[in-house]
């Protein structure tokens, strides 16, 4: 039989390994000009998203500055949320948005499986795609316009950008694939110890940015909401594309800045 060398990389490989997911994350998710390590394959990309909650904390602080810039010059609160949102989405490419309106569109309008899948794959937007994305962006900025105050925002966008996609990534690791090919099946699954990993890394940076209790029911919005897609996509379609890894990513964001906003403004 052959012998696999059990050993732990040395700790300067292990820097640049996650010095590389970090990028690998940065490059796949956002449009920042970053360049993927020249040995990336998409393969790696598994492993790598476990960084995914830093990528998504920075993206809630980008956000986050443009509404505290906003208030700053006198525009209302209501306005400030929707220009933070907009430099998100800008920053983003508003991959995961794209990804919840391609997932109403599938699962409302097919009657089967292979239709639903059909249908996702389709690049237009249908009346279920853009009714799905135009509540959910109206939710988020209301949710920044009720917590109202800048500081309060910045931290409750840190938390869930970053707990939303600890749940993303959970989710890759634990449902199976839809299809035979497409993006979701090219990146590969993540083991249970690097799932452990992007758990840990997004609610270590939440509870940095709130206090543990809000940190905690941030933690649980963003559970319920990304067990609800999933549980929706494994009846439907019988498991994961990257259209339901997308949408589980929006609505835990949502549902933790929802948990949020009621729990700041108490």
């Known amino acids: 039989m052959k012998a696999f060398n059990m050993q732990a990389p040395p700790p300067d490989d292990r820097i640049q390994q996650w010095r590389d997911d970090l990028t690998t994350s940065l490059a796949f998710l956002t449009r920042l000009p970053v360049r993927a390590p020249e040995h990336w394959d998409a393969g790696m990309l598994a492993r790598a998203l476990r960084l995914s909650p830093a990528v998504g904390a920075f993206v809630g602080a980008f956000a986050g500055s443009f509404y505290w810039l906003a208030v700053s010059f006198g525009f209302s609160t209501f306005i400030a949320a929707a220009l933070g949102i907009v430099a998100a989405a800008l920053l983003t490419g508003g991959l995961h948005e794209d990804a919840l309106s391609d997932m109403a569109d599938g699962l409302s309008g097919g009657w089967t499986r292979e239709r639903k899948l059909e249908i996702m794959s389709d690049g237009r937007i249908g009346a279920h ?3 799905a994305l135009m509540l ?6 209301g949710t920044m316009a009720q917590l109202s105050s800048p500081d309060k925002v910045m931290a409750a966008l840190i938390a869930a950008g970053a707990l939303s996609r600890a749940i993303m990534y959970v989710t890759m690791a634990a449902l199976p694939y839809a299809r035979e090919a497409g993006l979701a099946r090219d990146a ?4 249970a110890q690097q799932a452990a990993t992007a758990l840990g890394v997004g609610f270590g940076i939440a509870w940095l940015a709130l206090p543990f209790g809000m940190a905690l029911g941030a933690f649980t919005g963003a559970c319920a909401g990304g067990l609800l897609i999933a549980q929706m996509a494994k009846r439907h379609i019988g498991g994961q594309t990257g259209d339901i890894l997308g949408a589980v990513q929006q ?4 549902c933790a800045l929802l948990f949020l906003a009621a729990l700041l403004t108490l």
């Open 129 to 131: 795609g853009a009714l």
């Open 136 to 141: 959910a962006l109206l939710l988020r900025i």
């Open 188 to 191: 590969g699954r993540p083991g």
């Open 251 to 254: 609505i835990s964001e949502l």
